[in-house]
């Protein structure tokens, strides 16, 4: 019975973390779209600085033992598929429209359970593939049900679908040996030395500085404001995303990717007038149904006895 419980609240607990995560990660969007006055790149390079720095410290206070993994090679497997992940997610969410933008990151929704099938062996109960399918049916509205062709930006976000879901494999395995924080810095630390290279490189390619997206922008005191605020948000979601990851299933986690659908829809309405169309608003119906009828079914599962 002791068991039974602590597997219910643990449930609970990773629903409240998985809220809180996706929340925080629209919000971190929506000042990558407004701030379009810098390139993502660089954004991405001050995100990770700030919430590196930000974490450092806590490590510190059980010396370098605070820096060690059990599992190096998981996180660097985890730290390079996110890295890629995020730079890719910052482009795509900068060129397309908020709502397009989450409707196609929810495909990661999708993917992951599988992988988790194959490399976790976790099962997939049949009635939550109806529930993702049935969500994936107000996406498929969202996108554009009258056949387009595929945008780049819409390409890159399915790549970065992909390898969000590698290194969700990767962070799941990490969980029970490596600490939160610990994951979240050697995120920080990944992208700051790869994009850091990239920028002390840049002057050498005289070229390069032509092109908005590749020079280095000086950041002026408003910017400085929002981009804080930018890593704050960062440092929030990943931190409450490996909290869910350690208290709930893959399979079950990615069925709440459709709660950024709907931020990201009432965002791009208040924020940047991005009126949606009739086929958003049907599909972001059919999304909210299947939300609720999946955290319904596991907030039940998690209090009854």
Not at 77 to 85: D, E, H, T
Not at 203 to 232: D, K, R, S, T
Not at 235 to 262: D, M, P, T, V
Request: charged share 15%.
């Amino acid at each position: 019975m002791h068991e039974y419980l602590r597997s219910k609240s643990m449930k609970t607990q990773a629903i409240f973390w998985i809220l809180i995560c996706k929340f925080s990660f629209v919000v971190m969007m929506v000042i990558v779209k407004a701030q379009s006055s810098y390139p993502t790149l660089q954004l991405n390079f001050l995100r990770s600085l700030l919430v590196m720095v930000a974490v450092a410290p806590l490590l510190l206070r059980h010396g370098m033992k605070g820096f060690q993994t059990k599992k190096p090679g998981n996180q660097l497997y985890r730290v390079v598929f996110g890295m890629a992940a995020m730079i890719c997610m910052f482009y795509a969410y900068r060129v397309l429209t908020l709502s397009k933008a989450s409707a196609l990151e929810f495909s990661y929704g999708l993917v992951l359970p599988v992988m988790a099938m194959f490399f976790l062996k976790e099962k997939i109960q049949t009635n939550r593939w109806f529930s993702l399918i049935l969500g994936y049916v107000g996406v498929w509205l969202i996108i554009d049900p009258v056949y387009e062709r595929l945008e780049f930006g819409e390409l890159i976000m399915l790549i970065s679908v992909l390898l969000k879901s590698a290194s969700s494999i990767h962070l799941k395995k990490l969980t029970d040996t490596d600490a939160p924080l610990l994951s979240v810095f050697y995120s920080g630390l990944a992208t700051v030395t790869c994009l850091g290279i990239y920028f002390l490189a840049i002057p050498y390619f005289p070229a390069a500085q032509n092109l908005f997206w590749a020079a280095w922008h000086p950041v002026n005191v408003e910017g400085a404001w929002w981009i804080l605020l930018m890593g704050v948000c960062s440092f929030i979601a990943q931190y409450s995303y490996i909290q869910a990851f350690r208290r709930g299933q893959l399979n079950f986690l990615s069925g709440f990717e459709y709660l950024k659908i709907i931020f990201s829809t009432i965002f791009g309405i208040l924020i940047f007038a991005q009126t949606p169309s009739w086929q958003t608003i049907m599909g972001g119906f059919i999304i909210l149904v299947s939300s609720y009828f999946i955290a319904r079914k596991e907030v039940k599962e998690s209090v009854e006895i």
